[in-house]
């Protein structure tokens, strides 16, 4: 293995981005609790200094006025404001000095260094606090005294000096308590809690944390609370709790919205990014950092700045625009130089380097890393500092030597784990066991990745969002393919010692995971017992999400699709979907976390549940041979197992496999069986196929592919035939691989053994068929009775009338053609059962009302004979196409999305989709194709066959026809009967294009 060709640097690039709980959260609040507290010390001050004369009693009315003018323009938060807000206190501070009011001019005093800190002017800050101080000791004000000491503690602790911080704090924390202020007893115990938490000591900033949040709760003090449950929030960030830290940045949130107060809402928003980021989902990271940035310029917190700068430029890195990264972090860096922020500056120090790394300029990344390293030793940022550590290890990896590269990932290592950052702690263990492989300490090398295996699935399962946990989990997938290619080498060095078996348990491990925790949910019912407030709540989601998407759709598809106007309302319907769908997934997420049923679902345990060879074999048949892939950038591995016997095979790298997988799914598309697409099929086979052709005799063959193999069907591929074994001359005839095999396709075998322990006991629907076809589409249908006078949108489709009524009167209403072939098919099948035993839907009643009809649960096999969509990227909005227009013409809601899926009850037997691509979807590394064949799993359904591609109406519906002949007269299974259709197609003289599309996912046991 070539150095670094599994992707080391994706974890040593994905490191913790600083801890943006810190500063700039914890300003504003002391500006308007001081102003408070000032009232309460007034009258104490005044006393003293009676009797006043008339001339002092117009100056300090005349200094309040201006006070008071410069708390309205502070309340502002621009830049701009606040500046102003310092000249009128200026003008206030000489009214009060004339005036002999010390207390008043103590308060401005800090007012005024309070805004220097928040424009990042940290020495005028300090200048301020330092001449507000003794003023208010000289007094006797204690509460004020105290809220200076903490300001200066917020000043030091910006600058990275943390035990003189924490001098201030702790002499600010007794006062204040002396007093009775809870405000800035509140404020402080947060302050000394940020401390800790940047030094690492994450339980001690818990517990000042916590402390400080009943007060700020007991004062309705809404600004603190809100930046508390932020830092709170930071803390489960950095312990990679990203459940957590979500539920308490969604506390946090709208709370600085409520009070208007941006500076907390920026940062926020920044760390919302983060989690999001941490978890792979980057355009919803971009999205967060994207908000915030405009917010923290509007409040001219140049640190907060810096902080989104940095955040967006590390987006960029992640994919790949690496010129792009480098523009923002040289904006952030000369920012954070600006306003003295050592431990910002130190993060994006370490970020520029990651740059040059990937680059290959590893001195210059070293530069760059050496730079940053004392940075953070200095501030005490232990965090960062095992970063920095961890990415200086690589670069001396890369450069040869490893045992450099060793010295500095075990300096590394165990700050990780003093601080509780799981996340880098697997990253620094992988690392680990990649350079001890190199190495040759193979032994050593699967501890370490052992280990890192074992936080990775600790932090997995702390994720309540599926979609969160898969994108997670797919930036993990390289750990598992180098553990599995190391198990291959530890086998190939002793093959009686059982790492091919070992390779395969983690194969099956690292896929199709969020899957099988879907059917343990579905068999739980958990949506049952839910909240019915909630599961109202979704409900009207997945209908604003129908609504949004259908306009889209329309517009998409309309004669003036290119006009600017019809593109605007098209790119504002994607924002507010993708937006609606965020929302809906955070909902989904409160359900699970909210329902009593999910409250005692144990989450399937890798180690017991997962399933080992010996349980893989008991899944199979004497006639049934398994053949799982999984792709590797180097080599790729293939595992053949049968009853009795397992055999492991090497491949070649995903690169070359994937190449030519595409070419045949592409080739494979088209009318005419090509020239291309035969020689793809048979150069695919000789690599995936032939290693095992002496095994496959005319077995079942149970696929479990990986990447691209998941989108070709393995029924076109070449038979591996005895001449080409032999190497007999001449040009070898293709013959399809289903002439002598049936296949079935599975996302894993656990999964199939999952679904097989669930459906044990279920009792089978007393009625045979329900099939629904040919639904209308159109308003101009020869079915519609009345046609509509113009196109008409209904009522909650409107949107941004004045663009839209434009882009709407050119609207085709006929963007889905109908198919005329489906009834003749749905026809044929229904005159193979009886009446009494099946029902037919066509037309207007194929409709969404009777798609999600309680009524489906009586019958054995579902039948749906319609257009099929996928969407790539939301996979939520892949679905089939219902009718769209009720019998007067008028549009009704006619799309059966995944998201619906989730909310039905199919207990079939199997689940037809006669329809385009509806064995596609979004190809998530570790989970496979996410679309709607998991929806109607979930739903209930013991197996279901489904398209890899847009599939020919008439071709189709013979390749149906036959098939229900062979299952319900032949009394074949699915899978044996879907062969011999496919079978008779190809004797016909018909392309694979009509009939290889199709493929069985699921049960080919007839129960």
């Not at 450069?399 to 996340?423: E, F, R, W």
Request: hydrophobic share 35%; glycine share 6%.
């Amino acid at each position: 293995m070539k150095n670094k060709t599994v992707k080391a640097d994706f974890f040593k690039y994905l490191k913790p981005k600083l801890k943006f709980y810190s500063l700039i959260c914890l300003l504003s609040v002391l500006l308007l609790s001081e102003s408070v507290g000032a009232k309460a010390t007034l009258k104490q001050t005044q006393i003293a200094q009676q009797p006043a004369t008339r001339e002092q009693d117009v100056t300090r009315a005349t200094g309040q006025k201006v006070f008071d003018e410069g708390i309205a323009l502070y309340k502002q938060g621009t830049a701009e404001s606040l500046r102003q807000a310092i000249e009128k206190w200026l003008q206030a501070l000489v009214l009060w000095q004339k005036a002999g009011d010390k207390s008043q001019e103590a308060k401005t005093l800090n007012n005024i260094g309070l805004v220097y800190d928040t424009l990042g002017d940290k020495q005028q800050a300090l200048k301020y606090y330092n001449q507000s101080l003794p003023l208010r000791k000289e007094i006797g004000d204690n509460a004020g005294f105290a809220t200076t000491l903490n300001n200066i503690g917020l000043v030091y602790d910006s600058l990275g000096d943390k035990p003189q911080a924490l001098k201030y704090y702790n002499q600010s924390l007794p006062l204040s308590q002396l007093v009775g202020n809870k405000d800035i007893e509140a404020t402080t115990l947060n302050n000394i809690g940020l401390v800790y938490d940047t030094l690492g000591n994450k339980p001690q900033a818990l517990k000042y944390y916590n402390q400080s949040l009943p007060l700020s709760q007991l004062v309705s003090d809404q600004a603190q609370e809100a930046k508390t449950l932020n830092n709170i929030g930071g803390v489960y960030y950095s312990l990679a709790d990203q459940q957590q830290a979500l539920k308490y940045y969604n506390q946090s949130l709208p709370l600085s919205q409520l009070v208007g107060n941006k500076d907390i809402e920026a940062t926020t928003l920044n760390n919302i990014g983060l989690v999001y980021n941490s978890l792979g989902d980057k355009q919803q990271a971009l999205k967060y950092y994207n908000q915030s940035l405009p917010l923290s310029q509007l409040v001219g917190d140049k640190v907060g700045v810096a902080i989104n700068l940095n955040n967006i430029g590390r987006v960029y890195d992640s994919l790949g625009d690496k010129q792009q990264a480098l523009k923002y972090y040289n904006q952030s860096l000369p920012l954070s130089q600006l306003v003295g922020d050592q431990t910002q500056l130190a993060t994006t120090l370490n970020n520029i380097g990651l740059v040059y790394d990937d680059l290959g300029d590893k001195q210059q990344a070293l530069k760059y890393y050496n730079q940053s390293l004392p940075l953070s030793q200095l501030v005490g940022d232990q965090t960062q500092l095992a970063t920095t550590l961890n990415n200086i290890g690589g670069v001396y990896y890369s450069l040869g030597d490893k045992q450099q590269a060793l010295k500095y990932y075990n300096q590394s290592l165990p700050l990780s784990q003093v601080v509780g950052d799981k996340a880098l702690e697997a990253i620094t263990l992988y690392n680990l066991g990649y350079s001890e492989r190199s190495r040759g300490n193979l032994q050593a090398s699967r501890t370490y990745v052992e280990a890192a295996i074992k936080i990775i699935e600790e932090l997995r399962t702390k994720i309540d969002s599926k979609e969160l946990r898969t994108s997670y989990f797919a930036t993990q997938q390289d750990v598992y393919k180098f553990y599995i290619d190391l198990l291959m080498e530890l086998h190939k060095k002793d093959p009686s010692l059982g790492y091919d078996a070992l390779a395969l348990h983690y194969s099956e491990r690292s896929r199709a995971r969020s899957l099988i925790e879907l059917l343990n949910e579905a068999n739980a019912k958990i949506f049952k017992g839910a909240n019915p407030e909630l599961i109202q709540q979704e409900r009207s989601l997945r209908q604003q999400i129908d609504a949004q998407d259908t306009l889209r759709r329309n517009l998409e598809t309309s004669s003036n699709n290119t006009d600017s106007n019809t593109k605007a309302v098209i790119q504002k319907l994607a924002t507010e979907i993708t937006n609606l769908l965020s929302q809906y997934q955070q909902l989904q997420a409160k359900i699970r976390t909210t329902s009593p049923v999910y409250a005692k679902l144990t989450n399937p345990d890798p180690e017991k549940d997962i399933l080992k060879l010996p349980q893989i074999q008991q899944q199979l048949d004497k006639d049934t041979l398994l053949l799982q892939y999984s792709l590797g950038e180097e080599r790729s591995y293939l595992w053949a197992v049968t009853t009795s016997s397992m055999q492991a095979y090497t491949l070649p790298g995903r690169e070359e496999i994937e190449k030519i997988a595409t070419r045949l799914h592409q080739s494979l598309q088209h009318p005419t069986a090509s020239d291309l697409s035969i020689a793809s099929a048979k150069k695919l086979s000789q690599i995936i196929l032939a290693p095992v052709a002496d095994r496959l005799l005319q077995k079942r063959l149970v696929i479990v592919a990986d990447g691209a193999l998941q989108t070709i069907p393995f029924a076109a591929l070449a038979d591996i035939i005895p001449q080409a074994k032999s190497g007999a001359g001449g040009q070898v005839k293709y013959q399809p691989l289903m002439l002598n095999h049936e296949i079935v396709n599975l996302p894993s075998v656990s999964t199939i053994a999952f679904q097989r322990q669930q459906l044990a006991h279920r009792q089978k629907a007393p009625k045979a068929l329900a099939i629904l076809a040919d639904p209308v589409y159109s308003a101009t249908d020869p079915r519609v009775a009345n046609k509509p006078v113009k196109n008409q949108l209904p009522s909650e489709l409107e949107l941004e009338r004045s663009a839209l009524e434009r882009s709407a009167r050119s609207l085709k209403p006929d963007g889905w053609g109908r198919l005329e072939n489906t009834a003749t098919e749905a026809q044929e099948i229904l005159k193979l059962i009886p009446s009494t035993n099946s029902v037919e839907v066509f037309d207007f009643d194929a409709n969404y009302n009777w798609a999600t009809s309680s009524a489906l649960n009586q019958f054995r096999i579902l039948h749906f004979a319609t257009h099929g969509f996928v969407n790539q990227d939301q996979p939520e909005l892949s679905g089939i196409v219902l009718s769209l227009f009720d019998k007067k013409g008028n549009p009704i809601s006619g799309y059966l999305r995944l998201a619906d899926l989730f909310n039905q009850d199919y207990p079939a037997e199997l689940i037809v989709l006669s329809a385009c691509e509806t064995g596609l979807g979004k190809n998530v590394n570790g989970e496979g194709l996410v679309g709607l064949t998991r929806g109607f799993m979930y739903a209930g359904a013991a197996r279901v066959v489904v398209s890899l591609w847009q599939v020919s109406d008439e071709g189709t519906s013979v390749l149906m026809q036959e098939f229900y002949k062979q299952m319900l007269q032949q009394g074949k299974t699915p899978a044996e009967s879907l062969r011999a259709a496919q079978r008779k197609l190809w004797q016909d003289g018909r392309s694979p294009y009509e009939w290889a599309a199709f493929t069985v996912q699921g049960e080919w046991w007839n129960n």
